[in-house]
């Protein structure tokens, strides 16, 4: 139960971090809304609730401080200046880190810690200083016991006077429910003492006239029998005397009879109750002076009124306030919905294979329904893939994160510009590209925006501008990372691709071409590992993990002005468009985005280079041809006929190369099966899917493909053939 | 008949866990996720017991105790006030309200339900 109740706080977690988060961004933006600063406020105090519950010290200790100094910015005591609210913005990712730590274990960075702390707690005023958080003295019986366990066995006997103010009852304490907490706790006598009840005539129905003389004989200690008259400190003449109590009590309640006079022994604090110069902590008596209204039967009708407008209330809740209601579903379940739909639409085609297969005479009336079914089911996708999909804004927000992280790191003033945060994106997408996007993003401030001095040098502002944008592009979404800096160092990426081999000597490349050589598997720029973007992967992981999820990724750059990353990606994982092929007597499915152009060969296109290198000429230029079947092993080399259809795919360095099929069948949207779990995974194939006809196909890879054909001709061949072309 | 508490909470976290102590304990639970929802929720809900948060969006804890003592005939319902503040004026500002009595977050079960029988009697 408390496992899931814990779950329960990480997600609140995540949402409360975000809403600090976007709070403070906005109030870093110039928002100093009293309605921004409160739901930060209330959102990190949230959080500190919550962590108190689980017992999480070091991030209660942590949210009580921030929340310590924002209480100070709500109060308008202090002024939100850039140095505070880069603090804050700093402990809010630390907040992100400590609930991570929390959740997930591991290690927080204790100096990192310990120098928010520090920085935090200038802010702080001195009185507020004390940051222990327990309970009140609320201990009830158990837990006391836990604490006190040899006292537990002696019984002792309290005399207890209590005579309750008027002003307890308009708080909604009752004596008998106080009496019965004692009860509880041992053997109790009550008896009333009615002296001060004046005459029938002379009473003030609004005063307290009565009060109990308690006997109680009990294994408590002393404290858990104040306890239960808590609520009630001030509200109240109570006296406890236990009978036989130590000797250091006695020794107690002489000093405090020394200090307070005639004050009853067991009410240390409260001073006498008319006295107007109390402090109001812990003598409620004084704020009490203007008792709450008694109950008054006149009261009634008012009363009735509130009743009759409660059920309107209740309706109209939703639509009042707050953000459009939203259902929590297990995305086991969302999954399950959304193969179930795949499996639909599979069998729609299969359906309608098969009505085309029958030899009837009148099949146009049920093509027409088929039709019907088929926009029905596409309707369903579409509707149960949006349930999937997800704003990026919480990974933006991350990424607001990883460049202030990467800024400090690295001494460069940057500020990340998001644009698009609405866009919705499929769930297990926007998860998978957190650590690209963070990769990227760090590299620009590593590598893209320059030192400050050399900012200035070159004429631009001294802060660096970095601008995430999501938005979606005919069924892909687009999210571009744009810095301000100095762009690609062109002639040193090269010399660094020679040196590494990447390319040969003199090789020529196109200036977009040495830029998406950053890409190449091998390359880093970074002189040494710096302690940022150079974590021992180069820009060539990035690009694996947006293949990996069906994306392409591309850069552009402008020297002195900046450079540009492109991320093109589905909208969804589940189902893609695909090209039907024969491969060797088998079908299988080429993705469209990979394709650019289809064409049926002829000999005189085809031209052989070397011993096992042909290449395609396509308009007086020259692409490697990969031949599928044997790139898969399906076709022995000796059996080798000449493949009939050609697909012109293009890979994420601009590479063309021309994958030799031996025929097209169509053009559908197929659904995408894992082929985890089945098997292990095989260099060319990305997937599989079930055709219309029931058949499993094979979903493939382009790129791998090629990089696993040895006819695949290498990059600088196609460079040097298309130059003597 | 059980003893019915209306927790009004921000906290999904604090909710969930209340929930769960409470109706381990045999409470009948209700709860809203703010003060203005809380104080709408009243009539219709009719608890024995208020448990309210002070930091809440629309309408905070004091606004829910003094609404709610506002009407006469509620004032005989306990209100406890449960929240992480500490501050003896903010207590005082509670009490002043017509709070029944304070409790701190973190809670333990034993402390809460100790506090609820104190202002309810409730058997549980």
């Known amino acids: 139960m408390s496992g899931s109740i814990q779950d329960t706080f990480f997600e609140e977690c995540e949402e409360l971090l975000e809403a600090t988060d976007e709070g403070l961004s906005a109030i870093e933006g110039g928002d100093h809304d009293p309605e921004v600063v409160n739901a930060v406020f209330r959102a990190v105090h949230s959080i500190k609730g919550g962590a108190g519950a689980f017992g999480l010290d070091e991030l209660v200790a942590f949210a009580h401080r921030f929340e310590t100094v924002f209480d100070e910015v709500r109060a308008n005591r202090m002024e939100l200046d850039e140095p505070l609210i880069q603090l804050l913005l700093r402990s809010c990712d630390h907040l992100y880190s400590l609930v991570a730590v929390a959740r997930d274990g591991g290690e927080t960075d204790q100096a990192h810690h310990n120098m928010l702390i520090e920085a935090l707690d200038k802010y702080i005023p001195e009185e507020e200083e004390d940051l222990t958080f327990e309970p009140m003295g609320l201990g009830g019986p158990m837990d006391i016991g836990a604490i006190d366990i040899p006292q537990v066995a002696t019984e002792e006997k309290y005399q207890i006077r209590f005579h309750p103010l008027k002003d307890m009852y308009s708080t909604g304490n009752e004596p008998i429910f106080l009496f019965q907490a004692l009860k509880d706790m041992g053997e109790l006598t009550v008896s009333l003492d009615d002296t001060e009840l004046p005459g029938f005539d002379s009473i003030d129905t609004e005063e307290s006239y009565l009060a109990w003389d308690l006997v109680l004989t009990t294994t408590e200690p002393r404290s858990s029998v104040e306890a239960v008259f808590e609520f009630v400190e001030g509200l109240c003449e109570l006296s406890i005397e236990g009978d036989g109590d130590a000797e250091a009590d006695a020794q107690a309640l002489a000093a405090l009879e020394a200090a307070f006079g005639a004050a009853p022994a067991a009410e240390p604090s409260p001073p006498p109750v008319a006295e107007p110069t109390a402090m109001v902590e812990e003598t409620p008596a004084a704020p009490f002076e203007e008792p709450a209204p008694a109950p008054a039967p006149e009261a009634v009708p008012e009363t009735s009124g509130k009743k009759a407008s409660a059920p309107k209330a209740e309706t109209a809740k939703s639509e009042q306030r707050g953000p459009k209601p939203t259902l929590r579903v297990d995305l086991e379940r969302v999954d399950r919905l959304i193969n179930a739909v795949g499996e639909l639409i599979i069998n729609h085609s299969m359906l309608a294979q098969q009505i085309a297969n029958l030899d009837v005479a009148d099949v146009r009336d049920v093509e027409t329904e088929l039709e019907g079914f088929k926009n029905l089911a596409r309707d369903i996708q579409e509707g149960v893939m949006s349930i999937r999909a997800q704003p990026v804004k919480p990974l933006f927000q991350r990424m607001a994160r990883i460049v202030r992280e990467a800024s400090s790191a690295t001494e460069k003033t940057c500020k990340l510009v998001t644009e698009g945060e609405n866009t919705e994106v499929d769930k297990t997408v926007i998860e998978r590209l957190a650590d690209p996007l963070t990769h990227i993003l760090r590299n620009a401030v590593d590598h893209g925006i320059e030192k400050p001095e050399d900012r200035i040098a070159a004429g631009k502002s001294k802060i660096g501008e970095i601008r995430l944008t999501a938005s979606h592009r005919s069924g892909s979404v687009c999210i571009e990372v744009k810095d301000d800096g100095a762009g690609v160092n062109r002639p040193r990426v090269k010399q660094i691709a020679i040196e590494k081999g990447l390319i040969p000597e003199n090789a020529e490349l196109t200036d977009s071409e040495i830029d998406n050589l950053l890409f190449a598997p091998g390359f880093s720029t970074a002189k040494e590992v710096s302690n940022l973007s150079g974590r021992g992967v180069g820009m060539d992981v990035v690009k694996n993990a947006v293949t990996g999820l069906g994306g392409r990724i591309n850069i552009t750059s402008t020297p002195g002005k900046g450079s540009t990353f492109t991320i093109i990606l589905p909208l969804t994982l589940a189902v893609m468009d695909g090209m039907v092929v024969s491969v060797a007597d088998q079908t299988m499915v080429v993705p469209i985005t990979s394709i650019v152009e289809t064409m049926r060969g002829n000999d005189d296109m085809i031209n052989n280079l070397g011993a096992d290198g042909t290449l395609l000429s396509i308009r007086g230029s020259f692409v490697p041809i990969c031949d599928v079947a044997g790139a898969l092993g399906l076709r022995k080399e000796d059996n080798d006929q000449p493949p009939g259809v050609y697909l012109l795919v293009e890979t994420e360095t601009g590479q063309r190369s021309a994958l030799a099929v031996d025929d097209i069948h169509d053009q559908r949207q197929v659904v995408i099966k894992s082929l985890d779990g089945v098997c292990g995974e095989i260099a060319g194939v990305a997937a599989a899917t079930i055709l219309g006809d029931g058949k499993i196909a094979m979903i493939l890879d382009p790129e791998s493909i090629l990089a696993a054909a040895p006819s695949a001709a290498a990059f600088d061949t196609e460079r040097r053939m298309s130059n003597a072309s | ?124």
Request: overall charge negative; hydrophobic content about 45%; proline content about 4%.
């Open chain 2, 1 to 124: 008949m059980k003893t019915k508490v209306l927790a009004i909470d921000d906290s999904r976290t604090i909710r969930n866990l209340l929930a769960a102590t409470l109706e381990e304990a045999g409470f009948e639970y209700v709860s809203a996720v703010d003060g203005r929802e809380g104080v709408d929720m009243y009539d219709d809900v009719a608890p024995d017991v208020v448990i309210t948060d002070i930091n809440m969006p629309n309408l905070d804890g004091f606004g829910v105790i003094e609404e709610l003592r506002g009407t006469d005939i509620n004032s005989k319902v306990p209100i406890l006030v449960l929240t992480t503040e500490s501050a003896p004026e903010m207590k005082a500002r509670a009490r002043n309200a017509g709070a029944t009595g304070w409790i701190t977050k973190p809670f333990d079960d034993a402390s809460l339900i100790f506090a609820l029988k104190r202002v309810t009697g409730a058997a549980a």
